[in-house]
């Protein structure tokens, strides 16, 4: 669930970044609601309400899961457009333009140059992000799917021992997610270093094809 929630929601929260930031007449208000919504409500009550609410207004019926993920990930989608939208105004505005006179499409122009750098900006921002949402898909208990926290009070309510059962549940949660902090603070040292021996290589070869030397 965590990782379709977090596919979901990075790409809900890349639309509405990019609608944000192109400031679009009518959509653009429509994507600040959106996140403002999300962000300063509770995760219970968005998965309530997706899961109560939804049927009632739509007529559509989901079971628990598919109830949680839409919740979830409309979640995160929130958190990821305030995250991206902070990368692509940090990138330079000299670069789009740049970009738009050699002839770029305003896609190209994202998909080759702005989204790349504001990407590497946020990525420490999208990896709590998924951290978050690996503790936050306990909430998801409440509706009755299955997932650690919902299994763990079921075996608590059969044993009669919640104490040591959902001591247990919790050491489970902070093992995976510092592992993967860990994982993740490692990876991203190892990209950026990467990026930034890409980038003094490229001028290197471009100081010595103008002739020139780096100092």
């Given at each position: 669930?965590?990782?379709?929630?977090?596919?979901?929601?990075?790409?809900?929260?890349?639309?509405?970044?990019?609608?944000?930031?192109?400031?679009?007449?009518?959509?653009?208000?429509?994507?600040t609601a959106y996140v403002?919504?999300?962000?300063?409500?509770?995760?219970?009550?968005?998965?309530?309400?997706?899961?109560?609410?939804?049927?009632?207004?739509?007529?559509?019926?989901?079971?628990?899961?598919?109830?949680?993920?839409?919740?979830?990930?409309?979640?995160?989608?929130?958190?990821?457009?305030?995250?991206?939208?902070?990368?692509?105004?940090?990138?330079?505005?000299?670069?789009?333009?740049?970009?738009?006179?050699?002839?770029?499409?305003?896609?190209?122009?994202?998909?080759?140059?702005?989204?790349?750098?504001?990407?590497?900006?946020?990525?420490?921002?999208?990896?709590?992000?998924?951290?978050?949402?690996?503790?936050?898909?306990?909430?998801?208990?409440?509706?009755?799917?299955?997932?650690?926290?919902?299994?763990?009070?079921?075996?608590?309510?059969?044993?009669?021992?919640?104490?040591?059962?959902?001591?247990?549940?919790?050491?489970?949660?902070?093992?995976?997610?510092?592992?993967?902090?860990?994982l993740l603070e490692r990876?991203?040292?190892?990209?950026?270093?990467?990026?930034?021996?890409?980038?003094?290589?490229r001028a290197s070869i471009?100081?010595?094809?103008?002739?020139?030397?780096?100092?």
């Open positions: 669930m965590s990782v379709l929630a977090m596919v979901a929601g990075s790409l809900i929260g890349l639309t509405v970044a990019i609608l944000r930031v192109r400031r679009m007449r009518w959509l653009a208000p429509a994507g403002e919504f999300f962000k300063n409500t509770p995760l219970l009550a968005q998965i309530l309400g997706v899961y109560y609410a939804l049927p009632v207004v739509t007529g559509l019926r989901l079971d628990a899961f598919s109830s949680a993920l839409i919740a979830l990930s409309l979640n995160v989608g929130a958190f990821m457009s305030e995250v991206l939208r902070a990368g692509i105004i940090g990138v330079d505005r000299g670069q789009s333009e740049a970009a738009s006179a050699i002839g770029l499409t305003e896609f190209q122009s994202y998909r080759r140059i702005i989204l790349p750098q504001a990407l590497l900006a946020i990525l420490p921002a999208c990896a709590s992000i998924w951290l978050s949402l690996l503790k936050d898909t306990s909430v998801a208990s409440v509706i009755s799917v299955a997932e650690l926290m919902y299994n763990g009070r079921t075996l608590a309510v059969d044993t009669y021992r919640p104490v040591e059962i959902f001591t247990v549940c919790g050491a489970l949660y902070f093992i995976v997610v510092y592992v993967q902090s860990i990876a991203y040292q190892a990209w950026l270093a990467r990026s930034r021996r890409t980038v003094v290589g471009a100081g010595r094809a103008r002739g020139g030397a780096l100092p």
